[in-house]
């Protein structure tokens, strides 16, 4: 796993921060999935396929992030699969990729039932399964959650893939043939199409207002220092992917488990003006240096000598002036 995958799970396979993104990238900022309705899954996908010869092909993919989500609605129960996809470039494959991860745990939604109800049956706990059951060990009144997927994309570059299965098809496919191939639409969430922060109710928010944001000059600072107390206590996770995604470097306060972004802001500032100043004197130095080497092989010992008096400022610009027209 690469730091970008690293970093991003670890944000959403927090709760709040996986709800807020849920419930802004689906349902428009309506808080239908809560944390505390949320309920970890095994996010690797796998099954079980015959080839074209008969032979066992063990097929597995790894999501980034899935979760099992209660839904309550006129006080009854309804689960949801859903799962989150973390990019930081444009996969113009997408919509394929998250299709086969959705397929793959329908898969296993039905090997799991079917298993479930053969052991019933075995034990005598349920009745025997009817000649059409038996095939698949799935039962008549047998059903499945739905599953939904969300693909979180981490860049500033306007995402241009297909947005659907349709979309990947050559345009001289006929309506005919569309009509009869089923469509899958590819979930995104995209900061830089996001027109309203105001539903977001985590620091998660955060992340992905300052991604919208970095690629404009100085766009992240006016955020920032025109919000004051939306900045003053950014969860240091979330900072952490700030820095990462839009290459920021702002301290961390590892003492506490928040950091004010603007005493962040202008601390990074302040770092990066005295390792400029340390830079331009090593700089400094070594030209001063190559200039000295410069005059003493010419024979031009005195003035070698000179140019080192911090006083003699006139004599070393003229000096430099001569050895880089050389």
């Known amino acids: 796993m690469g730091k970008s995958d690293v970093i991003s799970c670890n944000v959403m396979d927090n709760p709040a921060y996986f709800a807020d993104t849920i419930n802004n990238g689906l349902f428009g900022g309506k808080e239908l999935v809560r944390p505390e309705n949320l309920r970890e899954l095994d996010s690797t996908e796998s099954a079980i396929l015959e080839d074209a010869f008969k032979d066992i092909v063990p097929f597995k993919k790894e999501r980034d992030i899935l979760k099992r989500a209660k839904f309550l609605r006129d006080d009854v129960a309804t689960y949801v699969i859903i799962g989150i996809e973390n990019q930081t470039e444009i996969d113009y494959a997408m919509p394929v990729r998250n299709f086969c991860y959705d397929a793959l745990r329908y898969v296993k939604q039905i090997e799991a039932i079917s ?66 191939v089923s469509d899958y639409r590819l979930n995104l969430l995209e900061p830089k199409k996001i027109s309203s922060w105001v539903n977001f109710k985590t620091d998660v928010g955060i992340l992905f207002e300052l991604i919208s944001a970095s690629d404009k000059k100085n766009g992240i600072k006016e955020l920032v220092m025109n919000s004051p107390e939306r900045y ?43 390792e400029g100043r340390v830079e331009g004197r090593e700089e400094g130095k070594e030209a001063l240096m190559q200039l000295f080497s410069w005059l003493k092989e010419a024979g031009r010992l005195e003035e070698a000598i000179a140019i080192m008096d911090q006083e003699n400022i006139d004599l070393r610009n003229k000096l430099f002036e001569e050895f880089k027209a050389n």
Request: glycine share 4%; net charge negative; charged share 30%.
């Open 115 to 180: 298993s479930a109800n053969r052991t019933s049956e075995a034990n005598g706990k349920k009745s025997s399964l009817s000649k059409a059951e038996f095939l698949s060990g799935i039962r008549k009144d047998d059903k499945i959650e739905p599953i939904i997927t969300l693909t979180v994309y981490y860049g500033t570059k306007e995402w241009d893939g297909p947005l659907s299965l349709h979309e990947m098809f050559s345009d001289q496919v006929s309506p005919e043939i569309l009509s009869l």
């Open 232 to 274: 003053s206590d950014v969860n240091n996770d979330i900072i952490r992917a700030i820095n990462f995604y839009t290459k920021c470097k702002l301290p961390v306060n590892e003492l506490e488990e928040s950091t004010n972004m603007c005493y962040a802001w202008e601390s990074s500032m302040n770092e990066a003006k005295d």
